[in-house]
Structure formats: structure tokens, C-alpha cells
């Protein structure tokens, strides 16, 4: 039986926390920037682990990952609870949590980095895009891969396993904090994949660091100018206090 978030007590809760709509500015400037920019943002701040390590895109032509993260934690199996018949009960948490992942939601599954047994397959998956998810996130592995590489929706794993959940994983709780891939991961957090992985905003500093996120890929645009016109890298990476001057002569206003 699953519980969620409102049945628990507070203890734990990051600071700061919302809900709150991400706005467009933030959204527009999330759907441009690298994680490698974000993770430099996030230690600006003082957290380090934020990178999902070991996990890559089931599908290379689904570049982007960006959305609001719905945790799904799993316990392991046990042989006298996880049996085939349960496969027939509409009710079991992993469904359950399917079918409440909301639009622009991506379900972040704790599968405690086990891979023997797949933490999801693909006929869940679709449902979960015909809901509106935003991507699917795990720290095991997926079901049907070749369903996943085709399928319209950005999914990160790491691997693929041919074995289904109930070997392995039991769905116990959704929307509480969980860790994936060694990183904590609260409801609401957000998420951004790309080429390089998958990194996850504490929700009360995506609004900053969003923003600083793309001031810093504009100025380091303008820096990759002068390194492949042929500047040193002395008073350009990082830049001087001239070669900031001409950055700013050239922002508009």
C-alpha cells in the first residue's frame, strides 16, 4: 500500500519549498541551456551533487528533457506479495502512480539502482506520454527498449532489462523524497536532460539559477568567439576585466 507526501510529517522538507508555476522566463531559458551550465550554477551555491550519474537517453533524437519531477519510490521484491497474478490488480501503486503523473510531470523512479529486473516498460510509458508526462527518469533499468527508442517521449535509464518489475522492484510510494541515481529528489524539483545526462534544480533556486544559467552560455558564447579567433586563453577563459567590458558594450540597452 502506497502513502504520499500529505500523510507525513515535514521533517525534511527542503527550504523555501513551492509549487508555484515555473515562469516563461525561466522555462524559455531551461529549454536552451547545458546541464553542464546548470551544474555550474547549482555549485555556485554550494551543491555538488546534482548530477544523476550512469544514466542515458533511450531515445538520441529526444534531446531535452525539462520538467517538474513526480518521485515513484520501489522497495525490493518479495517472493510472496510480488506474483504474476498481481499483474491483474488496476489498483497496484505502480498504476496508481502512472495515472496520477500530471502534464509536464517527469516520473522520477527510485529503483535503487538495480538493474537485473526493469523498473518500468514501455505500454506504461506510452500511457505516461498520452498524460502529458514530460520524460521518464530512472536509476534502473527499462522493459522493451526498442518500444522506448521510438517512443515520442525523452527517457533516461541505465540500461535495459528484459526481466519484469515485480523480480526485482515493488512499488511502495510516490510524491516523497527519494534518491536516483545517489541524488535526493523532492516533488516539485526540476529536472533538465540532455546529451550529457540529467541534473536535478532544487525547485527554490530554479528561478535564479535559471537565470544566471543564461547569462553565463551568453557570455561563454562570446568567450568560444575570441578562443577560435585566436586569443590566449590568459584574459579570456576566464575573461578580464577588458574583455568583459567589450561583452557588455555589445548586450543591447
Not at 138 to 166: C, I, Q
Amino acid at each position: 500500500m502506497h502513502t504520499n507526501s500529505a500523510n507525513r510529517n515535514e521533517f525534511g522538507k527542503p527550504p523555501e519549498a513551492t509549487t508555484a508555476p515555473l515562469s516563461p522566463e525561466a522555462t524559455v531559458a531551461l529549454g536552451i541551456v547545458s546541464t553542464a551550465t546548470i551544474t555550474t550554477q547549482l555549485m555556485a551555491r554550494g551543491l555538488r551533487n546534482t548530477y544523476l550519474e550512469g544514466l542515458e537517453f533511450s531515445n538520441p533524437s529526444r534531446q531535452r528533457l525539462l520538467g517538474e519531477a513526480f518521485t515513484m519510490r520501489c522497495i525490493p521484491a518479495r517472493e510472496d506479495i510480488d506474483v504474476p497474478s498481481i499483474f491483474q490488480d488496476y489498483d497496484h501503486p505502480q498504476r496508481i502512480g502512472v495515472e496520477s503523473v500530471s502534464e509536464g510531470q517527469v516520473l522520477v523512479i527510485d529503483a535503487r539502482g538495480k538493474k537485473r529486473a526493469a523498473s518500468i516498460g514501455h505500454i506504461l510509458a506510452t500511457r505516461l506520454k498520452l498524460r502529458g508526462a514530460a520524460g521518464i527518469v530512472s536509476d534502473g533499468s527499462f522493459r522493451d527498449m526498442v518500444g522506448f527508442e521510438e517512443l515520442d517521449l525523452p527517457t533516461f535509464s541505465a540500461g535495459a532489462s528484459p526481466t519484469t518489475n515485480l523480480a526485482q522492484h515493488h512499488v511502495v510510494d510516490f510524491q516523497i523524497p527519494i534518491a536516483c541515481a545517489e541524488v535526493a529528489i523532492y516533488p516539485g524539483d526540476i529536472m533538465v536532460g540532455d546529451r550529457d545526462g540529467v541534473v536535478c534544480i532544487p525547485r527554490h533556486l530554479v528561478e535564479s539559477v535559471a537565470r544566471d544559467a543564461l547569462e553565463q552560455e551568453k557570455l561563454e558564447e562570446f568567450i568560444l568567439t575570441k578562443v577560435e579567433d585566436g586569443s590566449p586563453l590568459r584574459g579570456t577563459y576566464p575573461p578580464d576585466e577588458a574583455l568583459l567590458k567589450s561583452y557588455h558594450e555589445l548586450l543591447p540597452g
